[in-house]
């Protein structure tokens, strides 16, 4: 069927101008951009979003890197977006990500991993619901 999946291109790849570049690999793997803004997130923001990760030892420096500089946040539509985008953007640690994955090829480390994507379709429900208004959704 066709789906939803919520996409963050992350603080590194916006900083290396790879914003376009990993939107290519998006489109190449059957994704379509239906939605997309850039922002910088707010430190609330970020904690919210990555509620779910609170008590990891790693919660504070991931906060403090995704407000390190812009992201965009982007809505993604295809047959079995889910899936089709974690296939896309691989491992999340970049060392275990296969060759031709977003994050084997252009991402620097597990937590500068250039990408996230939701990891089921209720939490890209959830994902899409706390960065966007349904009117800024065009599919
Ligand atoms: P993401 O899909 O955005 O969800 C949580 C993020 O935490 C993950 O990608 C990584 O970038 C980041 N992270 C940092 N350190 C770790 C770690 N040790 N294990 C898992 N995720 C980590």
Redesign the pocket.
């Known amino acids: 069927a066709i789906t939803r999946t919520f996409s963050?291109i992350?603080p590194d790849a916006t900083r290396r101008n790879l914003t376009g570049a990993v939107t290519k690999m998006l489109e190449e793997a059957g994704l379509r951009v239906v939605a997309s803004k850039r922002i910088q997130m707010s430190r609330e923001q970020a904690e919210g979003f990555?509620g779910v990760?609170k008590e990891?030892?790693?919660f504070n420096?991931?906060v403090t890197?995704?407000t390190s500089g812009p992201v965009v946040v982007q809505v993604l539509e295809g047959e079995d977006a889910v899936k089709r985008n974690r296939d896309i953007m691989g491992a999340?640690?970049p060392e275990n990500a296969e060759p031709g994955t977003i994050r084997k090829e252009l991402a620097e480390s597990?937590?500068?991993?250039s990408?996230?994507?939701s990891?089921s379709e209720e939490n890209a429900k959830i994902e899409i619901d706390f960065f966007f208004k349904p009117e800024e959704i065009v599919g």
């Open positions: 963050i992350k990555y990760h990891r030892p790693f420096d991931l890197f995704m999340t640690n597990i937590e500068a991993n990408v996230h994507g990891d």
